[in-house]
């Protein structure tokens, strides 16, 4: 969700009532309710003109697309108690939870990434790479980030070589998570793990983790490090987007974000954003860039970074098409 978006979440939550509302979240992923949650609680006084214009654009939405899908769990107790208060929130997290089962994996994926970390850190390495290829990327990657160098190293050097999870893996997983699947001799492997998992995953690491992880992976099997890195998708990938694609991403990142990112490219890659910039919005951001003093690669990595991510999500909801780092020196 972009940020205009939860916000007029946010709203339509309010509006609702708790009912309704109880309803709607019940299809939200850990990652929407956390969003909205934080969005309700800093939501004050709405105008009646805002109110209005929500209620219709959702009227709109709706009749294009009424179909939702996804899951919930335990985690949305903490957020809305948050974001209503306890006694507010009561009836409705009763209402969303229900008779819900949040054990194994589908518990994990409503954790916050440090609590999972703790869960799973002493685990086997190749116990933890199979449950990470259960969750969101997003989330994997943030788990990955609370290990140590040395098992993040091993666990996606593992998720690289792991081909498929047999029943007895996930029995194991089942012992270890309280019920992650249930144990099942018909159960058939399931392709999960590989080198585009990893590359997934990868594309939310940080630059200094990820190079660790690469620096591993090349000495382990060079061959194999060359294809999980013609998987991931670089910030010089984006000049495979075609322009209507640009032009959507253009309205969701901040034109400070994108001059920081845009110091570490080639003209091509600039000229791509630019053609899709209104004249004026062009001319001032090429006199911005020029204007702007060295700055430091890892600024510039963390900024593509957080662009790419915005990429990916943009991919995600199928509001773009995809196509087809070190030290902190200055560019």
Do not use: W
């Given at each position: 969700m972009s940020e205009i978006g939860v916000q007029k979440g946010a709203v339509l939550m309010l509006a609702l009532g708790e009912d309704e509302a109880a309803e709607v979240m019940k299809y939200l992923g850990p990652r929407e309710v956390q969003k909205l949650g934080a969005a309700m609680s800093a939501m004050r006084a709405v105008p009646s003109d805002e109110l209005e214009k929500v209620l219709e654009d959702f009227r709109t939405e709706t009749e294009q697309n009424t179909s939702l899908g996804v899951d919930s769990e335990e985690y949305i107790r903490s957020v809305l108690t948050k974001a209503l208060g306890d006694d507010k929130a009561a009836s409705l997290i009763s209402r969303i939870l229900g008779t819900r089962d949040a054990s194994g994996i589908e518990s994990l994926k409503w954790m916050d990434s440090q609590s999972v970390?703790?869960?799973?850190?002493?685990?086997?390495?190749?116990?933890?790479?199979?449950?990470?290829?259960?969750?969101?990327?997003?989330?994997?990657?943030?788990?990955?980030?609370?290990?140590?160098?040395?098992?993040?190293?091993?666990?996606?050097?593992?998720?690289?070589?792991?081909?498929?999870?047999?029943?007895?893996?996930?029995?194991?997983?089942?012992?270890?998570?309280?019920?992650?699947?249930?144990?099942?001799?018909?159960?058939?492997?399931?392709?999960?793990?590989?080198?585009?998992?990893?590359?997934?995953?990868?594309?939310?690491?940080?630059?200094?983790?990820?190079?660790?992880?690469?620096?591993n992976l090349k000495n382990y099997d060079p061959d194999m490090a060359q294809k999980i890195m013609d998987e991931m998708f670089v910030f010089e990938n984006i000049m495979d987007i075609d322009d209507r694609g640009i032009q959507v991403l253009l309205r969701e990142i901040q034109s400070e974000s994108l001059i920081v990112a845009l110091k570490g490219v080639g003209n091509d890659l600039r000229e791509k954003f630019f053609k899709n910039m209104s004249q004026r919005a062009a001319e001032m951001m090429r006199e911005d860039l020029e204007s702007k003093g060295p700055v430091r690669l890892s600024e510039v990595e963390a900024q593509q970074k957080e662009i790419l991510q915005i990429v990916r999500r943009l991919a995600d909801e199928g509001q773009i098409t995809l196509g087809g780092k070190g030290e902190d020196t200055f560019v």
């Open positions: 970390a703790e869960l799973i850190r002493n685990e086997h390495p190749q116990i933890i790479a199979t449950i990470l290829v259960h969750l969101e990327r997003y989330h994997a990657c943030e788990i990955l980030d609370h290990f140590s160098e040395r098992l993040r190293n091993d666990v996606v050097l593992r998720i690289a070589t792991l081909d498929g999870v047999q029943p007895q893996a996930l029995r194991e997983l089942n012992e270890v998570l309280t019920k992650l699947l249930t144990g099942n001799e018909s159960l058939k492997k399931k392709p999960m793990g590989g080198v585009r998992a990893a590359a997934e995953i990868l594309n939310f690491l940080s630059g200094e983790n990820e190079s660790s992880v690469m620096a």
